[in-house]
Protein backbone atom coordinates (compact mmCIF):
# COMPACT_ATOMS: atom_id res chain seq x y z
CA UNK A 1 0.00 0.00 0.00
CA UNK A 2 2.26 2.91 -0.98
CA UNK A 3 1.21 6.42 0.26
CA UNK A 4 1.37 8.36 -2.62
CA UNK A 5 1.48 12.18 -2.70
CA UNK A 6 -0.56 13.68 0.25
CA UNK A 7 -3.91 15.04 -0.01
CA UNK A 8 -4.34 18.74 1.23
CA UNK A 9 -4.88 19.04 5.27
CA UNK A 10 -8.46 19.36 6.30
CA UNK A 11 -9.08 21.97 9.12
CA UNK A 12 -5.61 22.70 9.90
CA UNK A 13 -5.25 18.94 10.60
CA UNK A 14 -1.96 16.95 9.39
CA UNK A 15 -2.16 15.80 5.66
CA UNK A 16 -2.85 12.14 4.99
CA UNK A 17 0.48 10.43 4.71
CA UNK A 18 1.66 12.80 7.43
CA UNK A 19 4.23 10.32 9.41
CA UNK A 20 6.29 9.55 6.92
CA UNK A 21 10.05 10.28 7.56
CA UNK A 22 9.55 11.51 11.21
CA UNK A 23 11.42 10.67 13.74
CA UNK A 24 12.71 13.18 16.56
CA UNK A 25 10.30 13.92 19.61
CA UNK A 26 10.04 17.56 17.93
CA UNK A 27 8.81 16.12 14.85
CA UNK A 28 5.67 13.77 16.68
CA UNK A 29 4.84 16.35 18.91
CA UNK A 30 4.11 18.83 16.31
CA UNK A 31 2.09 16.57 14.23
CA UNK A 32 0.18 15.04 17.72
CA UNK A 33 0.04 19.02 18.87
CA UNK A 34 -2.69 19.44 15.90
CA UNK A 35 -5.28 17.85 17.62
CA UNK A 36 -7.89 18.33 20.55
CA UNK A 37 -8.62 14.81 20.79
CA UNK A 38 -6.37 11.80 20.72
CA UNK A 39 -8.02 8.39 21.35
CA UNK A 40 -5.42 5.38 21.75
CA UNK A 41 -7.44 2.03 21.07
CA UNK A 42 -6.55 -1.30 22.85
CA UNK A 43 -6.46 -4.69 21.19
CA UNK A 44 -9.14 -5.51 23.64
CA UNK A 45 -12.83 -6.64 23.66
CA UNK A 46 -13.49 -4.03 26.05
CA UNK A 47 -12.86 -1.65 22.35
CA UNK A 48 -15.73 -1.03 20.78
CA UNK A 49 -14.31 1.16 17.87
CA UNK A 50 -17.84 2.11 16.20
CA UNK A 51 -19.44 3.51 19.64
CA UNK A 52 -15.76 5.23 19.85
CA UNK A 53 -15.90 6.94 16.34
CA UNK A 54 -19.09 8.36 17.09
CA UNK A 55 -18.70 9.42 20.67
CA UNK A 56 -16.19 11.49 19.93
CA UNK A 57 -15.52 14.29 17.03
CA UNK A 58 -15.34 13.88 13.47
CA UNK A 59 -11.48 15.13 13.61
CA UNK A 60 -10.41 13.11 16.83
CA UNK A 61 -7.12 10.94 16.04
CA UNK A 62 -7.56 7.39 16.51
CA UNK A 63 -3.90 5.67 17.44
CA UNK A 64 -4.33 1.91 16.79
CA UNK A 65 -2.05 -0.89 17.60
CA UNK A 66 -0.34 -3.83 15.40
CA UNK A 67 -2.95 -6.14 14.25
CA UNK A 68 -6.01 -4.44 14.10
CA UNK A 69 -8.38 -6.53 12.85
CA UNK A 70 -8.81 -7.90 16.29
CA UNK A 71 -10.95 -4.74 17.10
CA UNK A 72 -11.92 -3.52 13.19
CA UNK A 73 -14.22 -5.71 11.44
CA UNK A 74 -14.63 -2.92 8.60
CA UNK A 75 -12.69 0.19 7.34
CA UNK A 76 -11.82 2.93 9.44
CA UNK A 77 -12.88 5.92 7.55
CA UNK A 78 -11.72 8.40 10.85
CA UNK A 79 -8.08 10.08 11.37
CA UNK A 80 -5.65 7.35 12.76
CA UNK A 81 -2.07 6.18 12.87
CA UNK A 82 -0.49 2.69 13.41
CA UNK A 83 1.66 1.69 16.22
CA UNK A 84 3.60 -0.74 15.17
CA UNK A 85 6.58 -2.15 17.45
CA UNK A 86 9.71 -3.58 16.78
CA UNK A 87 10.58 -7.02 18.29
CA UNK A 88 13.67 -9.42 17.34
CA UNK A 89 12.16 -10.27 14.38
CA UNK A 90 10.88 -6.35 13.53
CA UNK A 91 7.28 -6.07 13.72
CA UNK A 92 4.93 -8.85 13.78
CA UNK A 93 2.35 -7.93 11.50
CA UNK A 94 5.67 -7.70 8.81
CA UNK A 95 7.41 -11.12 9.64
CA UNK A 96 3.75 -12.83 9.74
CA UNK A 97 2.81 -11.23 6.47
CA UNK A 98 -0.41 -9.23 7.46
CA UNK A 99 0.91 -5.98 6.44
CA UNK A 100 -1.77 -5.50 3.64
CA UNK A 101 -4.56 -6.90 5.73
CA UNK A 102 -4.03 -4.54 8.05
CA UNK A 103 -3.52 -1.56 5.93
CA UNK A 104 -6.58 -2.69 4.10
CA UNK A 105 -8.57 -1.20 7.55
CA UNK A 106 -7.72 2.53 6.98
CA UNK A 107 -9.34 5.17 5.26
CA UNK A 108 -6.60 6.18 2.89
CA UNK A 109 -7.89 9.98 2.88
CA UNK A 110 -7.17 10.15 6.79
CA UNK A 111 -4.55 8.07 7.21
CA UNK A 112 -1.30 9.51 8.56
CA UNK A 113 0.96 6.14 8.67
CA UNK A 114 2.82 4.29 10.20
CA UNK A 115 4.68 4.83 13.75
CA UNK A 116 7.12 2.18 14.07
CA UNK A 117 8.51 2.20 18.04
CA UNK A 118 11.61 0.55 19.47
CA UNK A 119 11.75 -0.09 23.19
CA UNK A 120 14.26 -2.31 23.65
CA UNK A 121 17.97 -2.90 22.37
CA UNK A 122 16.80 -6.04 20.89
CA UNK A 123 13.92 -4.68 18.85
CA UNK A 124 14.71 -4.17 15.24
CA UNK A 125 13.15 -0.94 13.57
CA UNK A 126 11.44 -1.38 10.00
CA UNK A 127 11.44 0.52 7.43
CA UNK A 128 9.02 1.74 4.87
CA UNK A 129 9.77 -0.81 2.18
CA UNK A 130 8.76 -4.00 5.07
CA UNK A 131 5.29 -2.10 5.45
CA UNK A 132 4.90 -2.03 1.76
CA UNK A 133 5.82 2.01 1.25
CA UNK A 134 3.07 3.00 3.69
CA UNK A 135 4.22 6.04 4.90
CA UNK A 136 6.23 5.33 7.91
CA UNK A 137 8.13 7.60 10.53
CA UNK A 138 10.54 5.89 13.56
CA UNK A 139 10.44 6.34 17.27
CA UNK A 140 13.09 5.43 19.36
CA UNK A 141 12.50 5.05 23.25
CA UNK A 142 15.05 2.41 24.10
CA UNK A 143 15.82 3.21 27.98
CA UNK A 144 13.00 5.94 27.94
CA UNK A 145 11.40 3.62 30.63
CA UNK A 146 13.55 2.09 32.55
CA UNK A 147 14.11 3.82 35.07
CA UNK A 148 10.16 4.15 36.58
CA UNK A 149 9.03 0.03 34.54
CA UNK A 150 9.47 -2.85 36.75
CA UNK A 151 13.34 -4.78 36.38
CA UNK A 152 13.67 -7.88 33.35
CA UNK A 153 10.01 -6.13 32.03
CA UNK A 154 8.93 -4.99 28.80
CA UNK A 155 5.97 -1.97 28.91
CA UNK A 156 2.93 -3.00 26.28
CA UNK A 157 3.45 -0.61 23.62
CA UNK A 158 0.00 0.83 24.23
CA UNK A 159 0.93 1.81 28.21
CA UNK A 160 4.33 3.30 26.31
CA UNK A 161 2.27 5.58 24.20
CA UNK A 162 -0.05 6.44 26.81
CA UNK A 163 3.27 7.68 28.98
CA UNK A 164 5.15 9.62 26.38
CA UNK A 165 2.78 11.48 25.15
CA UNK A 166 1.49 12.37 28.51
CA UNK A 167 5.01 13.72 28.73
CA UNK A 168 4.79 16.17 25.57
CA UNK A 169 2.16 18.32 27.51
CA UNK A 170 0.17 18.37 24.48
CA UNK A 171 -2.50 20.58 24.32
CA UNK A 172 -5.51 17.95 23.51
CA UNK A 173 -6.88 15.10 25.48
CA UNK A 174 -4.76 11.92 25.54
CA UNK A 175 -8.06 9.37 26.41
CA UNK A 176 -7.60 5.27 26.75
CA UNK A 177 -10.19 3.49 25.21
CA UNK A 178 -10.23 -1.03 26.15
CA UNK A 179 -7.09 -0.42 28.04
CA UNK A 180 -8.39 -3.24 30.29
CA UNK A 181 -5.75 -5.86 30.68
CA UNK A 182 -8.37 -8.69 31.20
CA UNK A 183 -7.28 -12.30 29.98
CA UNK A 184 -9.94 -13.90 28.07
CA UNK A 185 -10.12 -17.41 25.71
CA UNK A 186 -9.48 -14.76 23.28
CA UNK A 187 -6.83 -12.40 24.10
CA UNK A 188 -3.83 -13.23 26.13
CA UNK A 189 -1.98 -11.05 28.70
CA UNK A 190 1.79 -11.99 28.07
CA UNK A 191 3.84 -12.31 31.43
CA UNK A 192 6.95 -10.28 30.04
CA UNK A 193 4.76 -7.31 30.69
CA UNK A 194 3.53 -5.75 34.12
CA UNK A 195 0.09 -5.60 33.83
CA UNK A 196 -0.79 -4.96 37.49
CA UNK A 197 1.70 -1.73 37.74
CA UNK A 198 0.52 -0.74 33.92
CA UNK A 199 -3.21 -0.43 35.49
CA UNK A 200 -1.99 1.26 38.80
CA UNK A 201 0.01 3.62 36.82
CA UNK A 202 -2.20 4.59 34.03
CA UNK A 203 -5.45 5.07 37.55
CA UNK A 204 -3.18 7.66 38.95
CA UNK A 205 -2.40 9.29 35.90
CA UNK A 206 -6.13 9.46 35.08
CA UNK A 207 -6.90 10.48 38.70
CA UNK A 208 -4.42 13.13 38.52
CA UNK A 209 -5.98 14.79 35.25
CA UNK A 210 -2.58 13.91 32.61
CA UNK A 211 -4.81 11.01 30.75
CA UNK A 212 -8.86 10.81 30.15
CA UNK A 213 -10.22 6.91 30.40
CA UNK A 214 -12.77 6.40 28.23
CA UNK A 215 -15.72 5.82 30.23
CA UNK A 216 -13.82 6.68 33.27
CA UNK A 217 -11.22 4.82 35.70
CA UNK A 218 -14.14 3.46 38.04
CA UNK A 219 -15.44 4.44 42.16
CA UNK A 220 -12.30 3.81 44.22
CA UNK A 221 -14.20 1.75 47.18
CA UNK A 222 -11.34 2.41 49.35
CA UNK A 223 -11.36 6.21 48.85
CA UNK A 224 -15.15 5.91 49.69
CA UNK A 225 -14.00 3.71 52.73
CA UNK A 226 -11.53 6.70 53.99
CA UNK A 227 -14.19 9.35 53.60
CA UNK A 228 -16.87 7.37 55.05
CA UNK A 229 -14.45 6.63 58.52
CA UNK A 230 -11.72 9.64 58.34
CA UNK A 231 -10.36 8.19 61.77
CA UNK A 232 -8.63 5.55 59.86
CA UNK A 233 -5.54 7.01 57.96
CA UNK A 234 -5.28 6.38 54.39
CA UNK A 235 -2.16 4.16 55.32
CA UNK A 236 -3.83 1.68 57.32
CA UNK A 237 -6.31 1.15 54.54
CA UNK A 238 -3.86 0.49 51.93
CA UNK A 239 -1.89 -1.94 54.35
CA UNK A 240 -4.65 -3.58 55.50
CA UNK A 241 -5.64 -4.28 51.28
CA UNK A 242 -1.94 -5.11 50.40
CA UNK A 243 -2.61 -7.75 53.31
CA UNK A 244 -5.69 -9.02 52.49
CA UNK A 245 -4.09 -8.97 48.64
CA UNK A 246 -1.18 -11.01 49.93
CA UNK A 247 -2.91 -13.54 51.10
CA UNK A 248 -5.30 -14.32 48.65
CA UNK A 249 -2.45 -14.15 45.68
CA UNK A 250 -0.38 -17.23 48.72
CA UNK A 251 -4.21 -19.26 48.51
CA UNK A 252 -4.32 -18.78 44.58
CA UNK A 253 -0.17 -19.78 44.62
CA UNK A 254 -1.00 -23.33 46.66
CA UNK A 255 -4.33 -23.74 44.40
CA UNK A 256 -2.00 -23.52 41.13
CA UNK A 257 0.50 -25.63 42.38
CA UNK A 258 -2.33 -28.30 43.09
CA UNK A 259 -3.48 -28.10 39.76
CA UNK A 260 0.38 -28.13 38.26
CA UNK A 261 0.61 -31.54 40.22
CA UNK A 262 -2.87 -32.99 38.73
CA UNK A 263 -1.91 -32.25 35.09
CA UNK A 264 1.50 -33.78 35.46
CA UNK A 265 0.73 -36.66 33.51
CA UNK A 266 -1.06 -34.62 30.62
CA UNK A 267 1.75 -32.69 30.26
CA UNK A 268 3.89 -35.19 30.26
CA UNK A 269 1.87 -37.06 27.36
CA UNK A 270 1.50 -33.48 25.11
CA UNK A 271 5.37 -32.81 25.37
CA UNK A 272 5.79 -36.64 24.83
CA UNK A 273 3.27 -36.38 21.50
CA UNK A 274 5.40 -32.63 20.19
CA UNK A 275 8.66 -34.59 20.38
CA UNK A 276 7.26 -37.42 17.77
CA UNK A 277 5.81 -34.78 15.63
CA UNK A 278 8.99 -33.78 13.77
CA UNK A 279 9.58 -37.60 13.24
CA UNK A 280 6.17 -38.27 11.77
CA UNK A 281 6.10 -35.40 9.28
CA UNK A 282 9.67 -36.85 8.20
CA UNK A 283 8.21 -40.20 7.71
CA UNK A 284 5.41 -38.68 5.66
CA UNK A 285 7.60 -36.81 3.42
CA UNK A 286 9.89 -39.38 2.45
CA UNK A 287 6.96 -41.90 1.96
Do not use: C
Amino acid sequence: MAHGPETPAEGGLPARAAAAGLATTDDWRALFARYSEIVLVANSTASNVAELRAHYPADALFVFFNKVFKVLDQPFEGHAILITRGQPRGAGIVYRGEVDEVLSFFDRAHFLGIMNIRLADDEKPNTSADFHNAATGHLDLRGHFDPLYTEGKVPTSGFAMALWLSELRLPGRITLAGFSARRSEKWRVVSVHDWSYEQVFLRLFARLGKIAIHGGAGSNPYQKLSERFPEIPPAEIALAAAEVLSERLSNTDAEVDKLISLTNIIRSADNFLRRLKPSLLKRRRQS
